[in-house]
């Protein structure tokens, strides 16, 4: 099988590379370097399965050439802004990098005439596109209403999967991420933090009264669960929560990167039940779905970012 993953220099983008190389797929990155990092390339380009190139998923002509020329069998689409807070300052990045680039991707599956067309897309979606509710959040929930503009972006995308999947008879597989954690990171709070404290190892401001609290995956075990997803469901759309049962607080995350640094940082927090417009200070997931499908992850959420935070700190001593 021939697949192309998009945002293939990414965080999970290179790591769901990994692992479809081991199920020896032919492997096609592309990314224009928005987030994604060289160095994540690295273990990838010693597969002779695996080609890069630099590409910018919203040139259109260059992303139907691509199309025409490797005849892929399927697309994981995970090209995207993760950075949900610079969203509130550059406005249109989330209608751009989340919904303007799936639309490019489902309209390359859809133009592309000269061969039997790419049928297959896997997308990358959140639980953002759920809004802040206190409710457990099941895959039929509803209405919902984001409060973020990456939510609300990635709930469009879902409905222009929906859309084109029903339309042009493709598949879509719709996963929907919890918070993602692990080495090779380009965002999130245990990152934060770890920066922070190499400015300042006597104290670690943390946005919010410390009290968040949301599920953490790890990154290898949500690719593993993409894939298990994708061998178990093959209706023209399919949409599933993927996480993990347990929950970690802001807190806990902050003492675990103060602990595995070695430091005895004082904690500073800002105040307030969110860290900045838009986050949502809790929620949890119904996993009923996957797990009557036979998968359940094996790390307790808190495990997952102690683990993520050692190999980030590992990484950012190299």
Aim: hydrophobic share 40%; aromatic share 10%; proline share 3%.
């Amino acid at each position: 099988m021939k697949v192309l993953v998009t945002g293939g220099a990414g965080f999970i983008g290179s790591h769901l590379s990994e692992l479809l190389l081991q199920k020896e797929f032919q492997v096609v990155g592309i990314d224009n370097f928005h987030l994604g990092n060289q160095g994540n390339l690295v273990p990838l380009n010693r597969s002779p399965h695996y080609r890069f190139q630099e590409l910018d998923v919203l040139n259109q002509k260059e992303l139907n050439l691509l199309f025409a020329k490797e005849k892929f069998d399927r697309v994981y689409h995970l090209a995207a802004n993760s950075d949900i807070a610079r969203g509130l300052q550059e406005r249109d990045l989330d209608l751009r990098l989340n919904l303007k680039t799936t639309t490019a991707v489902l309209e390359a599956m859809a133009s592309v005439k000269d061969y039997a067309p790419c049928k297959e897309i896997v997308f990358a979606s959140t639980s953002a596109i759920y809004g802040d509710s206190e409710h457990l959040l099941h895959e039929d929930f509803g209405p919902l209403f984001p409060v973020s503009f990456y939510g609300a972006s990635k709930l469009a995308a879902e409905a222009f999967l929906s859309a084109f999947a029903h339309s042009f008879g493709f598949c879509a597989w719709i996963v929907r991420f919890p918070n993602v954690v692990g080495g090779r990171a380009t965002h999130g709070a245990i990152l934060d933090f770890v920066k922070k404290l190499e400015a300042n190892p006597e104290e670690l401001e943390v946005l919010g009264n410390g009290s968040q609290t949301k599920p953490y995956l790890y990154v290898k075990e949500l690719c593993n669960a993409i894939e298990f997803f994708i061998g178990r469901s093959k209706n023209n759309l399919n949409y599933v929560n993927l996480g993990v049962d347990s929950r970690t607080t802001v807190r806990e995350i902050a003492e675990i990167v103060i602990a595995e640094m070695g430091l005895n940082a004082k904690i500073k927090y800002t105040g307030g039940n969110v860290g900045w417009v838009g986050d949502v200070g809790k929620f949890s997931y119904d996993l009923s779905k996957i797990h009557k499908l036979g998968w359940k992850s094996s790390t307790h959420s808190t495990d997952a970012v102690r683990l993520a935070a050692r190999e980030i700190i590992a990484e950012r001593k190299k």
